[in-house]
C-alpha cells in the first residue's frame, strides 16, 4: 500500500463520517439536554391551568356569579363573588379613565413628535420603559400616600389610581408600537393634500391603528385586572356590593328630579370606600382556613384567569396578524 | 394692492375663485391654533408620564423622611424589626428579598435559556417551535396571585417530602440545616423562578434571532457542530443582551409581591437555611400597611418602599440600557 492509497482512505472515513464521537454525542446530548429543560418551564403552566380547570370550573356556577359573599359557616345562602367582579370592574374602570388620554397621548408624542426631538424621545421612552417595571407594590405605596391618607379613607379612588399608574406606561408604549406600524406614506399622502399635523393624527394615523390601539389598551386592563398587591395597601377589601353599585341602583329607581340630583352629587363619596376586588378575594380566601372559602379561591381564580388569558390571546393573535400583513 | 388682511376676508367669504391669492403665510388661522394647541397637550401629557417616575420619588421619600432621620443609614443593616418597640431595621427583609431573587435566577437562567435557545434554532419544526414560545409568555399573563395560589395548594405540599428528604440527608450542610415547614424561602424562591422565566426566555430568544445569519453561516461551513456554534458564537455574541434578560427578570423577581407574600412564611428573622420561613421587602409592605398606625412604623415602611424602590429602578436601568445596546425591541415588555 503506498502512502497515497493510506491518505485515501483516511479520507474516506472523515467524508463519509465527517464528525468525532464525541463531537456527535455533545451536539445530540445538548439537544436532548434543552428540549427536557424547554419541557420542564413549560410544565407549571399546564400544572397552573390543570388545577384551575379542575378546581375552579366544578364549583362554578351562575349563582356564585351574582350573589354576596355568604357569612363563614351559613349553608342556606347562596354564595359568590359578583361584588368582587364588580369592584374590580369599577376600579379597571377608573384606571382605564386615568390611564387612556395620557398613555395614548405620550404614545403619539414618542412616535409622532419624536422624529423631531429625537433625544426627548428617547429620554421619555426610557423613563417610561423604565416607569412599567416600578414593582406594583410600590406603586400601591405611592397611591396610599397621596390619597389614602390624605382622604383617609381606603378606596376604590386610590385602587384605580394605583392600577392607572400601572397602566400608563403599557399604554403609551403599546400606542407607540402600533402607530409605528401605519405606513409613512399614509402622513405624506395626508400632509400633501394640505393635512396638518392635528388632522393626519387624528383623521388618517389613529384611525388605522385603532385596533391595535384597543387591544394594547384592553392587554393593559386585563394585567390591572389580576394586580393583587396595589390593592391590598389602597382598596383592602368588602363584603358588600361597592357602594357606587348601590347608588346607582338608587338612582334608577328614583323619580327624575331634585331628588335625582342630590343623589348625583353623593357619587364622589361612594368612590371613598373599601371596595372588594376578585384579586384580593382570591388572596385572603387562599390563606382562609375554611374550605368552603378556599374553593371559592379557585373559582374566582378561574374566573380571573379566563377574563386575563382571552385578552391576551386576543390581542396577541390581532398583533400578530397585523405586523404579518405588513 | 391694499391691506392684505382685508382682501382676505372678502376671499373666504364672498368669491371662491380668488382662492389663487389666498396668502400661505398667514398665522391667523384657525386651524393653526388647533394646531399648536394639539402640540402642547401632547407635550404635556408626555411630559406627565415621565413626571410620574419623579412624582412617586418624591411622595415616597417625603413620607419616609420621619424614619430616615430617626435611624439613618443604620436601618440597612439593623436586623431588629419590633413595632411595639418601635424599633424598625430592614435587614431581614433586605436578606430575603435578595436570597429569594437569587435562588429564582439560578433556576430560570438555564431553563429560560434552554427555551430561547430552542424556540430561535431550528431543531423542531415550526408548528411546534412558535406555540412552545406562546405557552412560555403566557405564563407572564397569569395574574401573580393566581400563581401564589397555586404555590399554597399544589408547589408546597409537592415540595414538602423533598425538602424533608433534604432535611434528613444534609442538615449538617447550613442550607439545609432546619426543619421544614411548608412555606419558606426555597417555595418562594422556585415560585418566582416561574414567574421571571419568561422574561429571560423572551429576551435571550429575541437577542439570539438578532445575531446575523452571516456569522452562524460562516461557523457551520468552518465545520462547527450546532452546539458549537451556539457555545462558540450565538451566546457570547449575544452575551450582553442575555446579561441585560437576566438583570431585568432579577428586577422582577425584587418586586414581585404576592406570589411571595403567599408562600415564603412572612417570619421576621434571618435564617441561613433555605428550609425555613423568611419574608421579603414587597411582602412586608403588602401585609403591614393596612394595619400601621404609628406614624414612625408608616415611616419605615415607606423607607423599606424606597429602598426597594431605589433598587429596582437601578437594576432596571441598567438592564434596559444593556438590552438596547444589543439593538432589540424586547426589551420593551
Known sequence: MTQAQKSNTILDAEIYNPLSLSRTLFSRGMTLIACFLTALAVLPLFAILYKILGEGLTHLSWEVLVSLPAPVGVEDQPNGFANAILGTALMVGIATLISVPIGVMTGIFLSEFGRENKAMANSIRFITVILSSVPSIVVGVF???LIVVT???FSSLAGGFALGIIMLPVVALTTEQALKLVPTSYRLASAGLGGGRFQTIFRIIIPSALPTITTGILLAASRAAGETAPLIVTALSSQFWP???DKLGEIMQSPIGAETISKLKEIPETLLTPTPSMSVLIYSYASSPYKEQNELAWTAASVLLGMVLIASVASRTVTRKRLQNR | MTNPSKKRKKVTRKSPEINTALDLTDTSGEGLWIES???MFVWAFALATAGTLFWISAIIFKDAWPAISNFGLSFLWNPKWDIGELQFGALPFIYGTVISSAIAIIIALPLGLSVAIVTSENFLPPWVRSPLGFMVELISAIPSVIVGLWGIFVLIPFLLPLQQSLFDNFSWFPLFSSEPL???????????????????AAISRDVLLSVPVDLRSASMSLGATRWETIFKLLLPAASSGIIGATILA????????MAVTMVIGNSIQINQSLLAPSYSIPA???????????????????????????ITLLVNAVAVLLVKLMGVKGAKN
Not at chain 2, 408608616?298 to 424602590?309: C, V
Open chain 2, 250 to 257: 432579577l428586577g422582577r423577581a425584587l418586586g414581585e409581591t
Open chain 2, 284 to 310: 412586608v409592605l403588602a401585609s403591614q400597611f393596612r394595619e400601621a398606625l404609628e406614624p414612625l412604623h408608616i415611616g419605615a415602611l415607606m423607607y423599606l418602599a424606597l429602598i426597594l424602590f431605589v
Open chain 2, 182 to 200: 411548608g412555606p419558606g424561602m426555597l417555595p418562594a424562591g422556585i415560585l418566582l423562578s416561574i414567574m421571571i422565566l419568561p422574561t429571560v
Open chain 1, 151 to 153: 382622604t383617609k379613607a
Open chain 1, 243 to 245: 357602594p357606587l353599585v
Open chain 1, 143 to 145: 397611591s396610599y400616600a
Open chain 2, 37 to 39: 394647541g394639539f402640540t
